[in-house]
């Protein structure tokens, strides 16, 4: 198992910064405001990126130490007030619910530095980050240019902030924040990709939650769909429920196994207010059982890289060939 190094992580953010400015431009935005848009996102990414490349996150949250971190923890804050002032939409109650997001967390964290991970402040935290993204408290953080953009540069600033409050402050060990490949990952990914195929499709028919139906596949837009759902779902999503959650309740209740599966059931039942229905159990179950295979991947790997691949593959597949009942 090989780590990707950072000229791969250049190529790979190169890529999506020019493909989004070539979008942007070709559906009519210009100017001051879409160059701020595009330079914040793209450095929220590029965080987001270069930090998994090489060991790189790991590495320079060692040299900083915990003290230092806070530091880092406020770059996410400025650059959100670069994106306000740049697009002409400064107001003072944006900046308040901005400060109290990228730094909340690390008010939290900060007086447990150096104790066990699995602390209730760890907990906290994560709710405190993922649960505003979830119920998308903060998309009216982003006014321009649309609301679609406003849940992309939210899911992008919860990644950093993440990684500000659990790398640098914290300095959670073991979170796996690092792209990988070699053979080991590539079949551990195959693996638990064909096996939870093999059981949640069948499953989700008899359920009556999805429908084999390839008039709903847009292959046109498969590549950007694909790129989209690994950085923006499942890359966040396995940061959050593996590299931070089941780790550190595998600490706190000293089981491995134990914090794998409550972990899972964690996962499942955040889905359980999915496609605008309460409660959606099909959509929790489903769910949950394919939290089992993503956490068994990072398990298996303790690397998040390999578990948002499989995460990634099933919502990718899930998107093209079948429809949601």
Known sequence: MRQSCVWVALGLWTAVVTGATIYGAWQGYAGRAFVTLIAVLAFFLAIQILLAAGNLGERWARQVGSHRGVFVAVVPFLAYLIYLLGTNSFAWWRVA????YTLGPVLLVISVVGAKPGALQDYLAMLAIFLPLKLRWLNGLWPYPSARIGYVATVLLAINVALATFLFVRQLDGIGYKIVWGRDPAVSVGFHFTLLAASIIPLGTSLHFIKFDTAVAHWKSLPADAIGIFLLTAWPEELLFRGLLQNSLSRTLSSGTAGWIAASVIFGLTHITNNGVFPNWRYALLAMIAGIFYGRTWRKTYCIFPAA???????????????TL
Do not use: K, Q
Request: no cysteine; glycine share 6%.
């Open 97 to 100: 619910i901005a400060a109290a």
């Open 309 to 323: 691949i499989v995460h990634g593959l099933v919502d990718t597949t899930w998107r093209l060939l079948f429809r």
